[in-house]
Nanobody, 115 residues
Framework: QVQLVESGGGLVQPGGSLRLSCAAS?????????MGWYRQAPGKQRELVAL???????HYANSVKGRHTISRDNAKKTVFLQMNNLNADDTAVYYC????????WGRGTQVTVSS
């Protein structure tokens, strides 16, 4: 059983920063998985924010490019999302995803950007 647990969400003012973490546990060869962060805002579909492949290649949604950075620590089975210069459009539940032949999802962490 693979578990993904997100942390680091919260309330932040516009222009602020947050760092999300996602720790994987269970029977998972973490290093070979493509890891991703997705988000879902109220009334909207879940969308990709960023992903990082096993080789370290990254991909970002246009809306976060230049502001957010995804990284991974394979030894700790953890993926991070550093989010800078946050704005109201970043408000959403953020989900961690691990993908190889199957998809695994965390339960999400709420990020609210508001003054």
């Amino acid at each position: 059983q693979v578990q993904l647990v997100e942390s680091g969400g919260g309330l932040v003012q516009p222009g602020g920063s947050l760092r999300l973490s996602c720790a994987a546990s269970g029977y998972i060869m973490f290093s070979i998985y493509t890891m991703g962060w997705y988000r879902q805002a109220p009334g909207k579909q879940r969308e990709l924010v960023a992903l990082i492949t096993s080789g370290g290649n990254t991909h970002y949604a246009n809306s976060v490019k230049g502001r957010h950075t995804i990284s991974r620590d394979n030894a700790k089975k953890t993926v991070f999302l550093q989010m800078n210069n946050l704005n109201a459009d970043d408000t959403a539940v953020y989900y961690c995803n691990a993908r190889l032949q199957s998809d695994y999802w965390g339960r999400g962490t709420q990020v609210t950007v508001s003054s």
